[in-house]
């Protein structure tokens, strides 16, 4: 072979290698986009609803809910051009939060928490996740909406308080706290 068509035939071979799909997500954690997403994810457990949507905190923040669910945890698996999702089924649950309106100011201006440290960290601009161990035996949880973000142990000033419950979905698969 021609030194020439050998080059070429490298240079094929590496541009398959990078563009055909050997690069790999494996390991990263997903949170699906909406509640579609996440039933084609195969991860969907429920969905949750409130009783206040659009919730408006105070003067100058409103939260308008889009989508409220539970999924299994999972990570991508497969290439990113095949990517597979491969649940974490023995690490607890995610409850996703889809917002209408941004989360600008989130983690700095305020944030959603519960009474200990668990808070809900950002998806993307408009999402909201925050991973659980059990579901209480109410079925609902209760979360407060602070003032700044929560530091070490200390917590921001209480400016507003919400409640999710799970509404539709098969509960079944759920393990409730004793």
Not at 139 to 152: A, D, L, V
Request: net charge positive; proline share 3%; aromatic share 12%.
């Amino acid at each position: 072979m021609k030194p020439r068509k050998f080059h070429h035939l490298l240079i094929c071979i590496i541009i398959s290698i990078c563009f055909c799909g050997c690069y790999t997500l494996s390991g990263h954690l997903g949170a699906s986009e909406n509640i579609i997403d996440s039933k084609k994810n195969g991860v969907f457990i429920c969905e949750l609803s409130t009783d206040i949507n659009p919730y408006k905190v105070n003067d100058t923040l409103s939260l308008s809910f889009n989508d409220m669910w539970i999924e299994y945890p999972w990570e991508f698996s497969g290439t990113i051009y095949r990517p597979k999702t491969y649940i974490l089924k023995d690490y607890g649950y995610t409850i996703c939060v889809r917002l209408r309106n941004s989360l600008k100011g989130y983690n700095s201006n305020w944030v959603i928490a519960n009474d200990s440290i668990l808070s809900f960290g950002m998806a993307n601009d408009s999402n909201l996740v925050a991973d659980i161990n059990q579901i209480p035996k109410s079925k609902s949880f209760h979360f407060i909406i602070r003032e700044s973000s929560i530091t070490g142990t200390t917590l921001g000033k209480k400016i507003g308080e919400i409640t999710f419950r799970i509404s539709k979905g098969n509960v079944l698969d759920l393990k409730s706290a004793k």
